[in-house]
């Protein structure tokens, strides 16, 4: 009887290590793919800011610096950073478009969209508050 509880135990114990072990490996992909994720977005900001906030290209290359000491260098920074500055063209596009046919309108949402852009990127380059 002693026998079978010890090896209940030991299965058990088994069962939750293989658990964690493959749990371990998801959570990495998990936050591997958040960090693509922040990266795409970044770009795609900083893109925007440089159209339309008369952000320098200078200052969004030591953003972009910034931002990848930050995250640690993830693998595939440059491809990912690349793909949302693409995808801001669509956008950077509209707001033009608006700019020639809405004026007031374009000062507005500009307005708006580069202090919360600013605020945005502040808070990306900041490291992670430890627990």
Known sequence: MRNMQHCDRVL???AFALLLSTSLPASSVAAEVAADAKVETAGERAHFAQ??????AERVDGYKQQLKKTLHDPAGFDRY?????????????????LREHDPAEFASRIKGNCGRLKWQAENAVR???RK
């Open 81 to 97: 950073w690349q793909v949302g500055w693409r995808r801001a063209e669509s956008g950077i596009s509209q707001m033009s478009a």
């Open 51 to 56: 159209a339309f906030c008369g952000v320098s």
């Open 127 to 129: 490291p992670p508050a």
């Open 12 to 14: 058990v114990a088994a």
